[in-house]
DNA sequence: AAAAAATATAAAAATTTTTTGATATATTTT
DNA sequence: AAAATATATCAAAAAATTTTTATATTTTTT
C-alpha cells in the first residue's frame, strides 16, 4: 500500500456523508435508490460519494437488473479496521431521524 | 467522539504532507526548524499543517526557549492505532532522500 | 421498439483547502 | 533596548473538492 492509496483511503473517509454511507451499510448491502430515500439526498450526491468510497476500495458494487446494490468492502485487515471502528464510534448518532425507537431503520 | 471529530481526524490523514510529518515524528520530538531542513518545504506550509495536526489531536507541542517541538500524541488508543499503522505502512519510502543506507535520517 | 426505472456522468457553480509571500509575535542574545 | 532567531498568523492566489442541474446509459417492461 503506497502513499497515495492511503491518502485516498484517508480523503474517502474525511467527509461526514461518506462516514454515514459506510454505517449505513453495516448490515449488509442497499441499493442506491434506498440510500438516497433514507438519506433524503440528491441521487447524484450519493453516487458521487459512494464512487469515492468505492475508489477507495471502501465499498463493492453488484447491479441487479437495473439496480446497483452497494456493500461494504473490508476484504483488507486495515481497511476492516477502519469501517468498524467508524461504525462503532458513530452508531446511533449518525441516523437519528431515520430509526425508529428500536434503533432499526425507517425505510421510506 | 463525534462525528465531526472523526472527520477532523480523517481530514488531517488526507494530505500526504501530513502523513510525512507524522512518520518523520516516529522517533521522537522535533522542532520546527529541523522538520523545515529536513522536509525542505516552508517554514509557514510546515506551520500551517503541524496545526492541522494539533488541532485533530494527532500531535503535541512544547515550548523550548524560542524553539518549538512537536510530538506525536497518541494518549487516545484509536489515534496511536491511526498513527502506527501509518507509520508501518509507508515507513521508508516517506523520506527515501532523507534517510541515508542504514536508514537514519540525515539531519541537515 | 418505445417507455420507464435506476444509476452514472458531465458541466458549471459554490465551497473548502492549500500554498505563497509578507508580517507579527515571542524568546533569547548582544 | 536593539538585534537575531524561531515560529505563528494573515491575506491573497491557486488548487482541489463538493454540490447542483441537466443529460446520458443501462436494463427491464410494455
Redesign the pocket.
Same mark, same amino acid.
Given at each position: 500500500m503506497s502513499i497515495s492509496d492511503l491518502v485516498k483511503i484517508f #480523503?474517502a473517509l *474525511?467527509?461526514e456523508?461518506r462516514l454515514k454511507l459506510l454505517a449505513l451499510l453495516e448490515n449488509g448491502e442497499l441499493? +442506491?435508490?434506498k440510500i +438516497?430515500s433514507i438519506l433524503k439526498? *440528491?441521487?447524484? #450526491? +450519493?453516487?458521487?460519494?459512494?464512487?469515492?468510497l468505492k475508489d477507495a476500495g471502501l465499498v463493492k458494487?453488484r447491479?441487479e437488473?437495473?439496480?446497483?446494490?452497494y456493500s461494504l468492502d473490508d476484504s483488507d485487515l486495515f481497511k476492516r479496521f477502519l469501517i468498524l471502528s467508524i461504525i462503532e464510534k458513530i452508531k446511533d448518532k449518525a441516523f437519528s431521524s431515520n430509526f425508529n425507537q428500536k434503533g432499526g431503520v425507517i425505510w421510506k
Open positions: #480523503k *474525511s467527509d456523508t441499493c +442506491v435508490c +438516497v439526498m *440528491s441521487q447524484p #450526491k +450519493v453516487s458521487f460519494h459512494l464512487n469515492i458494487m447491479r437488473g437495473t439496480r446497483i446494490f
